[in-house]
């Protein structure tokens, strides 16, 4: 294996081999499922384009949407041409991972750690999915190789490259602002040198304009930009203040969110993909590298990382782990950097070749998992439209879904208890339903259901996949 690993030409004919082998079952196994609201969202975009309606919601995600539109030529399925674009979009990240990695290794070294970033197990399933996410992170590398050639090159026109694909990530996934502290460090570099008020100044118009274009057109299929900032104020105040799950409206103590989002969600979930195996071998790659750590980060990558981390941490739903795809990355990137560099012993490759194996099994497997098992979500929606009884179902965010497959029982969303006591008299006659998130709610606002309620049946699939519906167990309310 040591001359296996030493020469550069079969490491690098070896990472490629992964790469693709990576990419072939990742697009094999691409989610054809829209289990979620948000990916109903998605799926329903690709064939009527309206914010109103939420096809998608707030920003609109016209890059992600139109990039599904484009593979949805080829693919009939919605959701599964949305899954496809996301793992086109992150393979060609292999690119600037390479090209940034260049600077500390050779090609070979560089592409088998850009192996070991893209064969990260929970990034896998979730570019796998309908969502951004996986499209985001890809453009996001994208925009850091740019910040990286701009602070080489001082040739104007190169710094506007990281404005416009800044205008893409945001165009794509607009939770991925804070990245856009990269670009003040660029600027800041850019006034020392300078001392150009002007040469800012065209920078800082050049911006405005790059976003300018998606958030124009996007205003123009609602009919005005009033409409479109009108819309933009309600969904903003909603997920802030109401179902966001930031940390303004979730009333979960600070010390124990923290405690969840680092151990649950980054290192639990994003490293590991809950998997034992994989934690033991990172515990043994962050133990090797605990004493010789050095930051081999660029100042901006640092701060923009932390800012990132900030916002996840307080303005996001720690419940829905997808978040973290970029500090999953930037913390594997840092510690294959650490873990590689210098320390050529045997012992280092035989854990680097171990993580790739388990990563790759654990990855392929959970795809597989999420691309041939029915979610929860459809498992309930089959079940109850196969049933010959009367009946009314309440639900949370999986009346969506039941909406996307155009079952033919009546389901309605309930937040309030209020409210269904109210609504469930138009269904005497009918048996009630409701899904475990309902029962959840009603017991938050201070109702106590223990009489009036009986367990039905439990829906399961995966929940690393979908951790808030990947289990649903439905209930009976009984009078």
């Known amino acids: 294996m040591k001359h296996f690993l030493g020469n550069n030409r079969l490491l690098s004919y070896f990472s490629l081999v992964i790469l693709f082998c990576l990419f072939f079952v990742e697009i094999y196994y691409a989610s054809p499922y829209a289990a979620t609201w948000d990916q109903v969202d998605f799926a329903l975009a690709l064939d009527r384009y309206d914010l109103l309606a939420m096809q998608p919601h707030f920003p609109g995600y016209p890059y992600f949407v139109l990039g599904g539109m484009f593979i949805h030529a080829f693919v009939d399925n919605p959701a599964k041409a949305l899954s496809v674009f996301n793992i086109i979009a992150l393979f060609s990240a292999t690119i600037p991972i390479v090209l940034l990695l260049k600077k500390h290794f050779s090609t070979s070294m560089s592409l088998f750690i850009s192996a070991l970033l893209q064969s990260a197990s929970y990034i896998m399933v979730i570019a796998g999915q309908p969502m951004s996410d996986g499209a985001a992170l890809a453009a996001l590398w994208w925009y ?12 104007w026109w190169i710094q506007l490259v990281p404005l416009a694909l800044f205008s893409l990530l945001m165009g794509i996934r607009l939770s991925y ?17 300078h001392r150009s008020a002007f040469r800012i100044g065209c920078f800082l118009t050049s911006a405005a304009f790059f976003q300018f274009i998606w958030i124009a057109a996007v205003a123009a299929t609602e009919g005005s930009f009033q409409s479109f900032f009108k819309l933009a104020l309600s969904f903003t105040s909603g997920h802030f203040k109401e179902w966001g799950g930031t940390a303004a409206s979730d009333g979960q103590p600070l010390w124990e969110r923290v405690i969840y989002f680092f151990f649950y969600n980054i290192l639990w979930t994003g490293i590991a993909s809950q998997n034992v195996i994989l934690l033991f071998l990172y515990m043994v790659v962050w133990t090797a590298i605990w004493k010789s750590r050095k930051s081999t980060f660029p100042r901006w990558l640092l701060v923009s990382g932390f800012v990132y981390f900030l916002w996840v941490l307080f303005a996001q739903n720690i419940e829905k782990p997808r978040h973290i795809l970029p500090l999953v990355h930037l913390v594997l990137l840092y510690g294959w950097i650490c873990f590689l560099r210098n320390h050529m012993f045997m012992y280092r490759w035989s854990i680097a070749m171990a993580v790739l194996a388990a990563q790759f099994a654990t990855g392929t497997w ?25 009946f009314v179902l309440y639900t949370w965010e999986e009346t969506r879904v039941m909406q996307y497959l155009d079952v033919d029982f009546p389901h309605k969303d309930v937040l309030h208890f209020s409210f269904f006591l109210q609504d469930k008299e138009n269904y005497r006659h009918a ?32 929940t690393l996949a979908d951790p808030v519906y990947g289990n649903i167990t439905l209930y009976e309310w009984m009078n």
């Open 431 to 462: 048996k009630i339903y409701m899904t475990d998130h309902v029962v959840r709610g009603f017991q938050a606002q201070g109702i106590s259901l223990s009489r009036h309620v009986r367990k039905v049946k439990t829906y399961r699939s995966s």
């Open 144 to 155: 850091f190789w740019s910040i990286e050639l701009a602070r080489k090159r001082d040739a």
């Open 366 to 390: 959970h795809m597989r998992e999420q691309a041939l098992q029915l979610p929860a979500t459809y498992q309930l929606a089959y079940d109850l439209q196969n049933s010959k009884e009367k």
């Open 177 to 193: 602002a804070p990245f856009a502290v990269a670009i003040l460090f660029l600027w800041y570099e850019d006034w020392k040198k």
